[in-house]
């Protein structure tokens, strides 16, 4: 595959507080990548340096291997869909998607036909001379789909663009924005704070936080094989534990040895230990490797989520079994659903649900409160 | 996160912050400077002095003449400011919460008087206040006899509140169309009455409306001399002619010691103002 | 309730009107009575057009207003994209400061102050006459560019701020961006400022009374010297024409509002 960007050792501060703390990322041709991480983890920051809007304080950013630090956006082969799309106002939506050839002094007549063309990839046609400050949210987004590809750059940029829509069409954008990016073979690089888009739609996850690049890697790999408790937490659910590797393929936590699949630690180093809820099994107190009791069940419509304080520690578990509060329950774990993390800076501040609340969580959320443009 | 970005740098901010230095901020220095110089320009304290001290005689009586002149302007200011905003506030209020065609209809009606010169205004009251005038004329036609007014406070009054009601209509309108019906909604639905609902949630939040009303009304009426030339009686009747019958005399170090202390008394009265409201509006000074 | 604001907002609204209208009816008096109306005639109208001093006096308002506008409209819009990429508080803070000082000053104080640095540079320069068209120009200017600033400033505000950016995205330079997508979002603004200067220029009588040369004079200064004497019902017919002429304004601001309204439908 071929490397069209390169960001080399990127660093970036605002007002003396770090943004971006030495950042290395390769991006290649035809991939849609997702830089994913919850707000201020300098994500936006990262497309914003790509896109040409901020010069990054330390570092290089290269394009098919020519260094473009001080290249102007306006002559980079990249285009940008902005949070709030950015269409202007004035402008009609055939004059918005046509505003990219119109600054080339393409021919009108070429023109005509391209922007047609590419109202057509995004089914508007049909609304090509309306006012884009009358149309719906997802129209919007097509029309600033549009304009950012008619210029067929190397590109795609998107910031962000589906948070102001509602959830039903926001699955339907991603499931065509995938689409789009399979059909032109543009590399997307598509900014959310939202871990299901992520994984649904990328090629390429980068997880963020703090300025930093936290793991890199597929989707499968960033859910099954979470490079530390930050990572861990923020993808899916996760219970993360304190315990020790004994030797290979063999674990203690929670007052238990486990068998697991990981090897390649030193003898009784301590790790972080991650159990995905889903992979937690119930069964009767005698037969459990572990034992607790359940603290709290929620009906989640597919399934329970069930907490359960096994010496204190509060366990996340699904399951479609129903048990009742104050039962005494025995869990049970797979080797294969063992997941062993070295330990790193985020041990121990994620991954107990002992303070688990479902509104917290969405309160918490960040980025939600943008709906207001949803129309 | 977002940096402003504009392609021209500091260059376009240049030719205004030049300008205000230059139109604005100078001159300022300028009434200082001529307000504590002599004709030769040399540093005195005689101009100031002689509006705090000048005595003349009137009606036999002797009255410290410029101290007299501001107290009536001040007077006359207020009277007109305090009769605006009764008058003004329940009609911003009937037009906040008319119809959209019929707020429309009524804000045209309000800016048609306000567009035209205040010139005219003036001369308008004058042509119907005078002693031969259409207003003593229709008197003696009921047989009522006639009312001298032309040359009174009174008349000065009745220019002002002309001449600046809508000044005081329009700020307060604006807020108050602006203010939530729900908020008035919530008010009732609390248990406030009308006219708690009005004392406790309307007149609060239209404050800073009524604010920049009486700035907007003040300021003009305590510094006019047009109005008080045509309908008050003398030449030296209010601050504003006395500073205007200097500039005329070439007297322009007198003139700009008075024009000089009305800034600094104005300035600080708009200062405790601000404060007041801020206070009353915010529950402290939180700007 | 309904009933008693009705009538207290047609008592408010009579009062507006009323001097006015009666200027209207005695404009067209026969005779010179302000109480007393004689018979319909035209002759005042037909005084005014010969009167050439009030004739020039509308040219030289129109021609100064113009010309303050066109200057407080770049200039001022051009400060509010300055003051927006300014970082520094403490020039932010003086900035405000000096553009509320001509919106708070009484007229009196500005005109005078504005004078006193006229005559003094004038004096200086050694100038018989320190005050003209150009003094009441800088001085119009300045009272004017408060009111552009103040319309601007809040569009630019309100913009989003990744407009000119898209636009730099999909090709254009800097300036370009600032010019098809900046210009184009804050014009209402922008036209909004131009008119109040307009209209700011054209009624201002005191900071011109100060300010003007014996050469130059406006509408407003010659109204003031008309009435300064005798009463001449030949100022009855100006108000008339002037009152028609703000109406008609009003009014097609009015209608290209509702045209505005209904394409946004």
Redo the contacts between chains.
Sequence with gaps: MKKIIELKNISKAYDGETVLDHIDLDIYDNEFLTLLGPSGCGKTTTLRIIGGFEHPDEGDVTFLGERINDVPPHKRNVNTVFQKYALFPHLNVFENVAFPLRERKVPKAEIEQKVQEMLELVQLSHLAKRRVTGLSGGQQQRVAIARALIGRPKVLLLDEPLGALDLKLRKDMQQELKKIQKATGITFIFVTHDQEEALTMSDTIVVMSEGKIQQIGTPVDIYNEPQNAFVADFIGESNILDGVMLEDLKVRFSGHTFRCVDKGFQPKEPVDVVVRPEDVDIVSEEKGMLRGVVTSVTFMGVHYEVIVDIGGFKWMIQTTDFVDVDEHIGLSIDPDAIHIMKKSEYSGLYGDYSSFSNELDELSEPGEDESEDAE | ????????G?A??????L???L??????V??A??AFTDNAFAFTFDNVARFFTAKSVVDGVEQRTYLVIFWRSLKLAVISTVICLL?GY??AY??ARASEKRQ?L?M??????M???????T??????L?D???L??FLTTLGLGRVHIIGTEGAVVIGMV?DY??YMVLPIYSIMAKMDVKLLEAARDLGCNSVSVLRRVIWPLSLPGVLSGI?MVL??S??T??ISQ?LGNGKFFLI?DA??GQ?VANN?HF??AM?FI??VI?LAA?AGMKKFTNHRVYGGDTL | MKVTSKIYTAIIFIFLFAPIAILLVFSFNEAKSLSVFSGFSLKWYRELLRDEATLQSVRNTLLLAVSAMAISTVMGTAASVGIMKLRSKWLRATLNVATDIPMTNPDIITGISLMLMFVFVGRLLGLANSLSFWTMLIAHVTFCLPYVILQVLPRLRQMDPSLPEAAMDLGCTPMRAFFKVTIPEIMPGILTGAIMAFTMSLDDFVISYFTSGAGFQTLPIRIYNMTKKTVTPKMYALATIIFFVILALLLISNLTDKKEEKQKQ
Excluded: C, D, H
Excluded at chain 2, 12 to 17: F, I, M
């Design positions: 996160m977002t940096k402003k970005q504009t392609p021209f500091g376009v901010l240049a030719p205004y912050s300008w205000a230095l139109f604005i901020l100078v001159p300022l300028f009434v400077y001529y008058l329940p009609l009937i037009m429309k009524m045209t009606l309000i800016m048609i008087p567009w035209m010169n205040f010139l005219i205004r001369y308008a009251w004058m042509t119907i005078q031969t005038g259409i003593n004329s002309y009601l809508p700035t300021i003009p305590v510094s001399f047009y045509k504003g500073i205007e500039y322009l003139a700009a024009a009305l800034m104005l708009m």
